[in-house]
């Protein structure tokens, strides 16, 4: 690997380096940028995802490009901003040193932002046979497979392969497993409804397998309850206490007991690749790292992490959950402090400063004008936490354009019902015969496919 380590033609010293361009790194960036701080800012991706819309493409409500943004268009206004395309695959603590696939970057500050990846807790099999919802690729393959699936149950000649080609099992019952259900059954009962003559769309089966005792774990019990009715009334079948030991590619096992269905969605654990190695630190059983309070590596005070790949307790000794609004307030904390520290010394000033969450609340979207919501402890149901839920959305996507057209497509979508890609390519844009499984997948997806 060539090093151009602190080459001539980076930005000048001292150089702050923020690697993932996600919700905590863009933040960093944005107001890094602000500040008139030059940085360097890695992403193995060229676009900024907003993943918690992934489930809307991947039950075609919306198209690709209206969830991603390029990271250099979100960060042009700087000019002191510069944007690598590459993966990082070490880093260097006591050389200061990152390095990526093409070349290294010397840097004074480092503010990992990586975020976290699907997990399933070391058994493969579960995630060769099995849909996941973490990036582009998959909310676009569990397009593809969700819309062959109900293709193959029109040409399927008895009723048992019918119906399971109709049955849809989302393994955990996280807020993302949640929406995604929903947004199956109102795909299904709805849109295709129209769609299909020889079947009934509506018949289609839709189940949650959650582990734990409860859906929405971590959630207030009133919350979950409400949720938990609002599911059921919309037809989405709940098991809490059941632990899937096995997938296949015709269902699953779940204590003991066989399921049929030929699709199968893993919301179950993510888990933080690793960094925990390469910094040599301290991390919990998913890999996040243990930060100090204000989110620096122990030791390495020029290092923050932040977003998904931190462990940050709460002020009752809680982790933070994996959330869109903590990874920015964290990345927004990290360059506070980076900040802070050019303008007082290196690392002093009080750019040491403890984090402190600020939690406005959450919300759970159930679908077609519903959603659970608790905002400053106000707890909404229905319409109105669905009218919340969709103005924050709206709110925190990247840019207007994108903000109209997503507002635009759910007012479309909501009143007729209907929603607009359904169309079924592969990636190269050629038909395939069948559903394409997580083994056989590869490659990159481009977010402008208007597929
Ligand atoms: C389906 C789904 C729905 C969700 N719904 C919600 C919701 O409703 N509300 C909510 O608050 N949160 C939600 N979340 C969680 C939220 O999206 C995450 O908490 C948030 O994205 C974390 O931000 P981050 O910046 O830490 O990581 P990410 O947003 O995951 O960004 C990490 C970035 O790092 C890059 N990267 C990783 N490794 C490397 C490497 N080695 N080299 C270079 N670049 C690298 C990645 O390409 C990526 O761009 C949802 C998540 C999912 C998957």
Redesign the pocket.
């Known amino acids: 690997m060539a090093d151009h380590t602190g080459g001539s033609d980076m930005a000048p010293s001292p150089t702050t380096v923020i690697?993932?361009?996600?919700?905590?790194?863009?933040?960093a960036a944005e107001a890094l940028g602000r500040a008139g701080h030059a940085f360097i800012l890695?992403?193995?991706?060229n676009?900024?995802?907003?993943?918690?819309?992934?489930?809307q493409v991947a039950t075609s409500t919306l198209q690709p490009a209206e969830i991603a943004a390029p990271?250099r268009a979100l960060v042009s206004r700087y000019p002191q901003a510069r944007v690598i395309l590459?993966?990082?695959?070490n880093i260097d603590p006591a050389r200061r040193v990152v390095e990526?696939e093409a070349r290294s970057f010397a840097y004074d500050r480092l503010i990992l932002?990586?975020?976290?990846?699907?997990s399933y807790f070391g058994d493969d099999a579960l995630a060769e046979h099995s849909f996941a919802?973490?990036?582009l690729d998959d909310?676009l393959h569990l397009r593809h497979q969700i819309l062959m699936a109900f293709e193959r149950a029109e040409m399927a000649e008895d009723e048992d392969t019918r119906k399971a080609l109709m049955s849809f099992v989302l393994v955990g019952a996280g807020?993302?497993g949640v929406?995604?259900a929903v947004a199956i059954r109102e795909l299904a009962s709805r849109t295709l409804a129209r769609d299909f003559n020889a079947i009934d769309p509506r018949q289609a089966r839709i189940l949650i397998l959650e582990a734990a005792d409860t859906i929405l774990p971590g959630l207030a019990p009133e919350f979950i309850e409400e949720a938990a009715a609002i599911l059921e009334n919309k037809g989405v079948e709940i098991r809490t206490g059941a632990k899937v030991s096995a997938i296949d590619a015709d269902g699953v096992t779940v204590d003991g007991e066989r399921i049929a269905a030929g699709t199968t969605i893993w919301?179950a654990g993510?888990e933080v690749?690793?960094l925990a190695d390469w910094l040599d630190a301290e991390a919990d059983k998913k890999g996040r790292i243990k930060v100090c309070d204000d989110l620096t590596v122990p030791g390495r005070p020029e290092i923050h992490v932040?977003?998904?790949?931190?462990l940050v307790m709460d002020g009752d000794g809680k982790p933070l959950?994996?959330?869109?609004?903590?990874?920015?307030q964290?990345?927004r904390h990290a360059a506070a402090a980076v900040i802070t520290a050019r303008d007082g010394g290196p690392h002093g000033g009080g750019s040491h400063r403890p984090f402190r969450y600020a939690d406005y609340g959450?919300?759970?979207?159930l679908g077609r004008f519903s959603a659970v919501a608790e905002i400053k402890g106000r707890r909404l149901k229905g319409l109105p936490a669905w009218v919340v839920?969709a103005a924050a959305?709206i709110f925190f996507l990247m840019d207007w354009r994108r903000r109209l057209v997503v507002a635009f497509t759910w007012l479309w979508s909501l009143a007729t019902s209907r929603t607009g890609s359904r169309i079924i390519i592969n990636r190269q844009g050629v038909e395939l015969p069948a559903p394409t499984r997580k083994a056989e997948r590869g490659g990159t997806t481009d977010p402008d496919a208007e597929a």
């Open positions: 690697v993932g361009a996600g919700f905590a790194g863009i933040e890695i992403d193995q991706r676009y900024h995802l907003f993943q918690p819309l992934l489930y990271v590459d993966r990082v695959v990526t932002a990586t975020g976290a990846r699907t919802l973490k990036s909310a807020p993302n929406g995604a919301t993510v690749p690793d932040v977003g998904d790949a931190a959950p994996g959330l869109a609004a903590v990874a920015k964290e990345g959450h919300m759970v979207p839920w959305h």
